[in-house]
């Protein structure tokens, strides 16, 4: 069974930080990518940062600056931290992983469930 949880949701005040954490784990092969999206509400789910098992990273350019992605490849975790964060940071945040279970698979995406994130003062 393959599982993917992120943790580190909450409420925060304007201006303040969160650290996301997501870990994928059961049977694994290699991990290609890990990345967080959001979806607010009446919105679509969006890319907010993406990570490959080599370090290469691209954002959304509505956080570049504020927020970080990383991975600790050992764990089969990926990071987000998030400064500065703004009202309109206010969203489900969803992890996936683009990974192969098995050396003889293809690669496909698997979905966290998602954490809230609430930025009010």
């Known amino acids: 069974q393959l599982q993917v949880v992120e943790s580190g949701g909450g409420l925060v005040q304007p201006g303040g930080s969160l650290r996301l954490s997501c870990a994928a784990s059961?049977?694994?092969?290699?991990?290609?990518?890990m990345g967080w999206y959001r979806q607010a509400p009446g919105k679509q789910r969006e890319l907010v940062a993406r990570?490959?098992?080599?370090?290469?990273?691209n954002y959304a350019d509505s956080v570049k600056g504020r927020f970080t992605i990383s991975i600790d490849n050992a764990k089969n975790t990926v990071y987000l931290q998030m400064n500065s964060l703004k009202p309109e940071d206010t969203a489900v945040y969803y992890c996936?992983?683009?990974?192969?279970?098995?050396?003889?698979?293809?690669?496909?995406?698997?979905w966290g469930q998602g954490t809230q994130v609430t930025v009010s003062a």
């Open positions: 996936n992983a683009l990974l192969r279970r098995d050396r003889t698979d293809g690669v496909a995406y698997y």
């Open positions: 059961g049977t694994i092969f290699s991990i290609n990518a």
């Open positions: 990570i490959t098992s080599g370090g290469n990273t």
